[in-house]
């Protein structure tokens, strides 16, 4: 059997079915003793002036998010054979961007029509515009588009 560079691959993650059908996609994709990471990027709530001083929400509910998902995939990557991981960046979700170490990219597509669309595809587009390693974008329908 012949060695290969042990990849690291990011997955975003926020909940929803896409980010769990890339997730998979990852897992599924990702050779043996590769580093799978759900990476999940919450941003904080700052209320304005109406009070006082502004605050932010600690990353509690981010935190519990991120973990009901890690535990959901742990038995996918053990079958795989895949090591999970999972890593919380506070910020905007273009960070993920910023992921140290990566070989790999992968993103779920929002797939919503008209206004929200644009605004909710402008994370997955500015990503593929920017990224530094190859992007895959796992639309609605789990058809697979990489860059």
Do not use: C
Not at 110 to 125: K, P, T
């Amino acid at each position: 059997m012949s060695k290969h560079h042990k990849q690291r691959i990011a997955v975003g993650i926020d909940g929803s079915e896409n980010s769990r059908a890339a997730a998979k996609w990852a897992i599924e994709h990702a050779r043996q003793s590769d580093t799978v990471v759900l990476v999940h990027v919450w941003h904080p709530y700052v209320y304005g002036t109406e009070l006082a001083t502004a605050f932010t929400i600690d990353d509690t509910a981010a935190s519990e998010l991120l973990e009901r998902e890690f535990v959901r995939f742990v038995p996918l990557a053990k079958e795989h054979e895949v090591m999970l991981k999972r890593d919380l960046i506070e910020g905007d979700a273009r960070d993920t961007l910023n992921i140290p170490n990566i070989d790999l990219l992968v993103i779920g597509a929002r797939g919503h029509s008209g206004i929200a669309g644009i605004l909710l595809g402008s994370v997955a587009d500015y990503v593929t515009r920017h990224a530094t390693v190859p992007v895959v974008v796992i639309p609605p329908d789990n058809r697979v588009t990489t860059k």
